[in-house]
């Protein structure tokens, strides 16, 4: 089991929006959070009938005996935390404490957010057999309610800040039943908290009587799991019968492994990995590293301010980026996963020579037959998309181009590159010039008077 593998998938997974680019509190898209995983209470669920009160994970274990099976089930349980400035008692701050959006105390920046904490329910060895088998485990997330006072100094403190979490009460439900030649294994992840809101308007107050980022780990000794993704053909029946609501269950670990499962609120493919070039978490995993990084280093001093008093994490990828090295940045240009383990192409050759054999003209003096049409860079065309790989086909139908290369992939499969011929910024030597492949027969070409040529 690569128990530490699975961890760090579902660390990205838990903070996956936890804080946005620019990762300022003030930003839109940091004002309306939570919305991954999120887990509410009942009675706002039916209520509304927006966010799930409930998650529920089956899969599939292969056992000759008894399999123990743990069950680790994470989230974050929402906190608010307040700031608040000492002012005159009066009616609008009886007790001479005022909530502000930001306070500055001595350079400090304090700033009201919504933070979180990780919460862990695990329970371990749980029989699995052939054998109909249900357990229900209560999981209380605590209350609490704290107080930082904020001094500058003097005798009056400046400031202060609170920080309140709300009771949240949660079932686990785990139960095993016969499925075909295999075990099923039901996991229900429920937030039975007492609640009376039935609005969608009382959404901010749902929030703290919720599940944030909720998942599941599951790992099996004694007895192995199965993708649900690519089962093989004897659970394929299985596999379709295992009902998964509001997640989704991957295996995870090490590309043959079969003890570790994830049930994640985002859609995976089996044995994902965080990108080795990564120089940690940026709570947008489905970005581009090196796009963030870039971005992160153009904001300006005061918007990295508030950014590092928005939240920890923040504050710690505004500064991982401020010192980024040339040699990161470079890392993180791309890499080219498909050659990482060959040492050599399969004919033989240095990669240079089997990526561009010298034989081969280059793709601008390339040519390509269509019937009885040669084409090559400079004949004009009329595109006609049939394969629908893009939005854009809809758009480029019927309309005229020119040919600036004859490309073909590792496979001799021929892609022919074209400049349409209203492109503003088509003329040769543009540095916005950008061509458009088409499969062969997507193109028909003209001749001399923009008619059809064949």
């Known amino acids: ?270 044995y994902p990995q965080v990108a080795p070039e990564s120089p940690g978490d940026f709570c947008d995993a489905t970005e581009i590293d090196e796009m963030l990084m870039l971005r992160i280093q153009t904001l300006t001093a005061e918007e990295k301010r508030e950014a590092r008093a928005t939240d920890e994490r923040a504050a710690r990828i505004i500064d991982r980026a401020d010192a980024a090295s040339a040699e990161t940045m470079n890392r993180l240009h791309g890499a080219v996963r498909h050659f990482a383990n060959a040492s050599s192409p399969p004919s033989g050759e240095s990669w240079e020579t089997f990526l561009n054999p010298p034989d081969a003209p280059a793709p601008d003096a390339a040519w390509l037959d269509i019937g009885p049409i040669r084409i090559g860079n400079g004949s004009r065309v009329r595109l006609r998309p049939t394969h629908r790989a893009d939005s854009m086909d809809m758009c480029l139908a019927g309309r005229t181009a020119t040919v600036a290369a004859v490309h073909r992939t590792l496979e001799d499969k021929p892609f022919v590159a074209v400049i349409l011929d209203d492109d503003p910024f088509g003329a040769a030597g543009s540095r916005y010039r950008r061509a458009l492949f088409f499969h062969p027969d997507e193109i028909v070409p003209l001749d001399a008077d923009g008619r059809d040529d064949r």
């Open 1 to 270: 089991m690569s128990a530490p593998l699975a961890e760090q998938i579902a660390d990205t997974v838990l903070y996956e929006g936890y804080v946005l680019y620019p990762y300022r509190a003030s930003a839109a898209k940091n004002r309306l959070r939570w919305q991954v995983g999120l887990v509410t209470p009942r009675d706002y669920s039916e209520a509304t009938g927006s966010d799930p009160w409930f998650t529920q994970t089956e899969i599939l274990v292969n056992t000759d005996d008894v399999a123990a099976l743990t069950v680790r089930v994470r989230c974050l349980h929402v906190q608010q935390r307040i700031v608040q400035q000492q002012v005159e008692a009066d009616h609008a701050a009886r007790d001479g404490w005022q909530t502000v959006d930001s306070l500055n105390v001595d350079g400090r920046q304090l700033v009201t957010w919504e933070e979180a904490v990780v919460c862990d329910f695990v329970r371990e060895r749980l029989p699995v057999d052939r054998m109909q088998r249900a357990w229900s485990f209560e999981w209380v997330l605590n209350g609490s309610d704290t107080v930082e006072t904020i001094s500058d100094g003097s005798e009056r403190p400046a400031g202060r800040i609170l920080r309140r979490r709300n009771e949240v009460v949660s079932m686990i439900r785990v139960e095993t039943e016969p499925c075909e030649h295999l075990v099923k294994v039901r996991v229900r992840v429920e937030n039975v908290s007492l609640s009376e809101l039935s609005s969608l308007d009382q959404r901010n107050a749902a929030i703290q009587q919720s599940l944030a980022g909720t998942h599941a780990i599951l790992s099996v000794d004694n007895g192995v799991f199965l993708s649900l993704l690519e089962p093989p053909a004897s659970a394929r029946t299985a596999a379709a019968s295992c009902v998964n609501l509001h997640t989704w269950p991957v295996l995870v670990g090490s590309s043959d492994s079969t003890a570790v499962m994830l049930s994640s609120p985002i859609i995976l493919y089996d």
